[in-house]
């Protein structure tokens, strides 16, 4: 199943006789530049509108000439175009050793008129027209770039004028201004989107990388300078995205730098770069992740080593994903955000990473999510296959193919959900990434016990969240996690990866916005320690640990109560979005616990986005901590929501009268696994997770089991299902065995609530046992006051102590409480005469643990 699927751009020639077409350029407004071969061996140059679909032709020489390089202005006024005129036999045979080898000229095409020529010499020439900002319209001129093999590159100012009936010319006469832009590269990169030349000059003993940017007032400066560690001794001058040469020489191509730089809109910059290798069979490449402050150099022992199958690795822009490809051997995805983790890149073999249409490595991506082919000189537009990546999520065995193929759906399916929201399909898209995400979930319910090295549900809630929060604000993303893995110390099988710390690109700009702005703040984030700036747990289970225990002294507090007024705003917040009857028996009740813990993420989250986020504003940081929370008990709700349905349980399986079947068993499972990573991460859960949980575990598991999943905090006790439990269930002796477990292991304010729901001589026995022993504490401290309330058991005004005998008469008390017997007034037994047959065992079993009292026992 290939992962990587290509929709090919330029599917046809614009006329039956005409040769192969080729294309040459790629402009910034998205046209394509392409050439052809007449009937006549005419060479045609045309453009190719992607939105229209729409091909229009632009000039045509009358004989068969190779073009190197072609460009065209924004207004399709003027042509630039470099080609060779005669090859270097052609011109010996044809004694034309005083002709240059190549020409490049500037052509008015509005309508076809005047051809000027820029350049007659024997080294090859680039062209490129600069765009202007696509809404500004009154411009007079248009600026060009010339390329030299020499190694310099230099701007021409072409000022033309309108004449009759819409004519258009170039203004000057005589020469044109020009102005040097770089000397000395040995490689240069066009970036035709935003307008930025790239380029490497060598630098003492390494290479620099800068970059010069171009503005739409006719200025240009060099904006940012980067050492690299990479040898540039003895390569030839290379070009990328300048013209596409399909002849070019196989030996010259050998010894220049095979080298990219890619840009994200997030502020990513990356430079991929292939490296020599001396040993059969091995490949080397690195990426420079410049935004991070490091790069990475990946060994890759190869399956098959045929020596006519190896060539240079060729590098995509996915945006999110830089891709490394090696024809028939690899593709290799790698996180451009996160690359610290080498299990987010998702390494590829086989059929899985086979590209069709893609066998050889002449590959070029002028554009993001798009390639050419530059040996054969068709264009191609490249994404990530849905089907493909979630089948081989389902089949992967290891951990590092599941983690990578987990991230990289959750953000495929996210950024492409955007962008398609951006243009108004949002509603026609709505079920078919819940279809998507319900697969994500039903492959991580059958995979929770395969996973070894992660767990699937913090992984899935954690990056579902961060890819859903990220596109909020700017710089969001520093903030959340995004992952629930500090390291991870697996590997892949046939690739070795190490990793160097690089200085920091020096930026040099005022008031830029853009990606400029975005890379700066990437950097900063690096100077200032990133991995503290992300949002961790530890400070949320303190202080929730420590309310929990301080349940009773601060209930009432001021800060108690902003707290659950945060929680009640998180509820009602997601109310809003699932008015729908739901399913799953959730956020039917009240929890307490749950409530706490939802109010201190909310708080705690608000505070740490403040500290960093001071000028997006209070309000929308509340807005963003809501929506953060409230997906995420959402995100629980919706797991529930799809393990329900596979198991096609009904909404409500409370009633105890018979035993779970093999689809609730399954059920409980995968809820004590999200149980479990909501502990790990301290994550709330929605009201009602812990009474549904528990009653799944009283149907299901055997009464030992149960027990002991009590004890060990895997089921909590909540006063709904232990109310309906009491109520509902007869009194068997197998049930009364349960109503009795559960009872004595209530909290003791839990018990007051419900013990009065089973009307059982067992409960009246441990109702008598509680209030015996408080009174006997209260003796034993010498603080038992003439009159106490026992919140709602017995008043103890019924029954009056005597001070000459306390003892006595408490055991007396003992005695009709653990007999069941009717309680007598104090006068029907005068002087403390207690009945024959009173048995003072239940009390002696009372007294071992309790403090000692003054005098003998009686």
Not at 277 to 287: A, H, L, N, Q, V
Not at 388 to 395: D, G, I, K, R, S
Not at 581 to 610: I, S
Not at 625 to 644: E, F, G, S, T
Request: overall charge negative; proline content about 4%.
């Amino acid at each position: 199943m290939k992962i990587l699927c290509l929709l090919i751009l330029i599917i046809s020639d614009t006329s039956e006789n005409s040769s192969e077409l080729y294309v040459v350029n790629v402009e910034r407004n998205g046209k394509i530049i392409y050439t052809w071969k007449g009937n006549q061996r005419n060479t045609h140059i045309g453009l190719y509108d992607l939105q229209t679909k729409q091909n229009e032709h632009l000039y045509m020489f009358e004989r068969d000439l190779r073009i190197i390089s072609c460009s065209v202005n924004n207004e399709r006024t003027l042509l630039a175009v470099s080609f060779r005129q005669y090859t270097e036999e052609e011109r010996i045979s044809r004694l034309l050793q005083s002709v240059s080898k190549y020409l490049t000229l500037l052509i008015e095409i509005h309508p076809i008129n005047n051809v000027r020529v820029l350049k007659a010499v024997d080294s090859c020439v680039r062209v490129q027209f600069l765009y202007p900002v696509e809404d500004r319209n009154t411009y007079t001129g248009s600026r060009l770039l010339l390329v030299s093999e020499d190694k310099y590159v230099e701007q021409f100012d072409v000022h033309v004028v309108a004449e009759e009936e819409h004519k258009v010319v170039i203004q000057n006469s005589g020469q044109l201004p020009r102005a040097r832009v770089a000397d000395d590269l040995i490689w240069a990169q066009w970036d035709m989107m935003e307008q930025r030349l790239f380029y490497i000059v060598p630098k003492e003993s390494r290479s620099t990388l800068k970059c010069v940017q171009f503005y739409p007032d006719e200025n240009f400066n060099s904006i940012l300078e980067s050492h690299l560690d990479i040898s540039v001794n003895g390569t030839q001058l290379k070009l990328v995205n300048f013209g596409y040469d399909y002849c070019e020489d196989q030996d010259v191509a050998s010894k220049s730098l095979n080298l990219q730089v890619f840009t994200s809109k997030a502020g990513g910059l990356c430079v991929c770069c292939s490296l020599p290798s001396d040993i059969p069979g091995e490949i080397r490449y690195s990426i420079y992740f410049l935004h991070k402050g490091y790069n990475k150099t990946f060994t890759v022992s190869l399956e098959r080593t045929e020596s006519h199958q190896l060539k240079e690795v060729a590098f995509m822009n996915l945006d999110y994903y830089v891709a490394a490809y090696l024809p028939g051997q690899f593709l290799h995805l790698l996180n451009i955000h996160h690359p610290d983790l080498l299990c987010y890149s998702l390494f590829l073999t086989g059929e899985d990473a086979r590209i069709d249409m893609l066998q050889n490595c002449s590959i070029r991506s002028p554009l993001t999510s798009t390639v050419l082919d530059c040996h054969v000189g068709s264009m191609y537009a490249v994404s990530i296959s849905d089907s493909a990546l979630l089948q081989f999520l389902q089949n992967s065995k290891r951990d590092s193919e599941r983690l990578a193929a987990l991230h990289c759906a959750l953000l495929h399916f996210r950024h492409t959900e955007d962008l398609e929201m951006e243009v108004g399909k949002d509603l026609s898209l709505s079920f078919f990434f819940s279809l998507i995400q319900s697969k994500i979930i039903w492959w991580i319910s059958e995979n929770l016990s395969t996973c070894h090295s992660f767990d699937p549900i913090q992984e899935f809630i954690i990056a579902s969240l961060y890819c859903r929060m990220r596109p909020e604000t700017h710089n969001l993303d520093k903030l959340l996690p995004y992952t629930s893995l500090l390291d991870w110390i697996g590997i892949i099988p046939g690739v070795t990866c190490a990793t160097d710390i690089i200085s920091l690109p020096v930026l040099e700009f005022q008031n830029s916005k853009g990606f400029w702005e975005k890379l700066n703040s990437n950097l900063e984030s690096v100077k200032y320690a990133e991995p503290h700036l992300h949002y961790h747990n530890n400070v949320l289970r303190r202080e929730w640990r420590n309310l929990s225990e301080e349940r009773e002294e601060r209930k009432t507090t001021a800060y108690l109560r902003n707290i659950f007024e945060n929680a009640k705003k998180v509820l009602s917040h997601l109310d809003t979005w699932d008015s729908e009857e739901r399913l799953v028996p959730l956020f039917q009740e009240e929890d307490y616990q749950q409530q706490l813990l939802t109010g201190l993420m909310v708080a705690q989250l608000k505070d740490h986005l403040m500290r960093h986020l001071q000028y997006v504003g209070k309000k929308k940081i509340d807005q963003i901590v809501l929506d953060y929370v409230a997906n995420l008990l959402n995100l629980i709700h919706r797991i529930m929501k799809q393990v329900w349905r596979r198991y096609q349980l009904h909404s409500c399986t409370f009633c105890f009268d018979e035993r779970g079947s093999a689809g609730e068993f399954a059920v409980f499972h995968i809820m004590s696994r999200i149980l479990e990573a909501a502990n790990g991460m301290c994550m709330p859960l929605p009201p009602g997770f812990h009474t549904l949980h528990l009653g799944l575990g009283v149907r299901c598991l055997p009464l030992h089991t149960l027990l002991h999943y009590i004890d060990s905090g895997v089921l909590h006790l909540t006063e709904t299902c232990v109310r309906k439990l009491l109520k509902d269930l007869d009194d068997t002796e197998e049930n009364e065995k349960l109503k009795f477990s559960i009872v004595t292991r209530l909290p003791e304010a839990l018990s007051q609530k419900v013990r009065q729901f089973w009307n059982h001589p067992i409960n009246a026995n441990l109702i008598a046992r509680k209030y015996v022993k408080l009174l006997l504490e209260k003796l034993g401290n010498r603080q038992i006051p003439e009159e106490r309330s026992t919140k709602g058991f017995i008043q103890q005004s019924q029954f009056p102590i005597s001070k000459s005998c306390p003892r006595m008469h408490i055991s007396v008390l003992c005695y009709f409480f653990f007999s069941g017997s009717s309680l007598l007034s104090p006068q029907q037994y005068p002087g403390g005469t207690v009945p024959s047959g009173v048995e003072f065992e239940p009390l002696f079993a009372v007294l071992p643990c309790l403090p000692s009292a003054s005098g003998p026992a009686t």
